[in-house]
């Protein structure tokens, strides 16, 4: 499939328009970025390993029945993937307490959450990602309410097949944020991407941290982390 014109640059991603109109090229960059882009980075190959590991898990979940934007990839760093339109809520799924949860609500770092917890951010940059509550997101009129309970359950659902997934390959899968977008039939459909800059894995024997935390908090070898998470994911195979 021919890679056309430029259509968007995100933080991690670009995406191409290619001769399919249905379809675009996401390619998956080598720059990291933390707190709303204040602090940048670049790792060489960080994009490939995101997008074989982002690869790996959902067809993961494709397995599990859900559905995502994923056809198949091109390349090292490129997927072909379903043009959707983005639903502008950032949903973050919480098994473990830490980053913004424990800052926010004092809660201690560490702690096993009594359920899982479900959260919505409004994806805006300008506005620095705040959270949202339900009525939030139909005053800003992002969702209905039917769609905010389908978004909930299929965060739930997609934690309860990761987690036990990295569970058997010694990782907690401590918390994560996914996307989801719409296709030209109203279909929701899981978007973006899955990898250690979207989620948090800790392993489980001695709690190190296996992402982009390493980056956010300075703590070196970041590259090493998510080789490692690839080397689980891929040798585990259990799918
Ligand atoms: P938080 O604790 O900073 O709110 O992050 C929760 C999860 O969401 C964590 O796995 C990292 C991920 N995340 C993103 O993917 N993008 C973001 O912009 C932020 C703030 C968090």
Not at 6 to 13: A, F, I, N, S
Not at 178 to 196: A, H, R, T
Not at 210 to 230: H, I, M, S, T
Request: aromatic letters at 8%; a negative charge; charged letters at 35%.
């Amino acid at each position: 499939m021919k890679k056309l014109g430029l259509l968007y640059e995100g933080k991690g991603k670009r995406l191409y328009k290619c001769e399919d109109d249905d379809l675009l090229v996401s390619e998956f960059k080598d720059d990291l970025t933390a707190f709303n882009a204040q602090k940048k980075g670049n790792e060489n190959g960080k994009g490939a390993l995101n997008c074989q590991i982002s690869t790996e898990l959902f067809r993961l979940l494709e397995k599990n029945g859900i559905k995502t934007h994923l056809v198949e990839t091109l390349s090292d760093n490129e997927q072909l993937v379903k043009k959707v339109e983005i639903i502008p809520i950032e949903v973050v799924v919480r098994n473990i307490a830490t980053g913004s949860l424990t800052k926010r609500l004092g809660i201690k770092d560490g702690m096993i959450l009594p359920f899982t917890l479900v959260e919505f951010y409004y994806k805006d940059d300008d506005l620095g990602d705040p959270i949202l509550n339900d009525e939030h997101c139909l005053l800003l009129d992002l969702a209905s309410e039917s769609e905010l309970e389908e978004l909930k359950r299929l965060g739930r659902e997609i934690n309860s097949i990761l987690k036990g997934f990295f569970l058997k390959r010694g990782l907690n899968l401590v918390d994560f944020k996914v996307e989801f977008g719409k296709d030209k039939d109203g279909n929701i459909l899981l978007s973006d991407e899955i990898s250690p800059d979207s989620c948090r894995f800790w392993d489980i024997e001695t709690n190190e941290k296996l992402d982009k935390d390493r980056f956010r908090q300075g703590l070196g070898n970041v590259k090493v982390a998510y080789e490692e998470v690839l080397k689980r994911i891929l040798e585990g195979n259990d799918q």
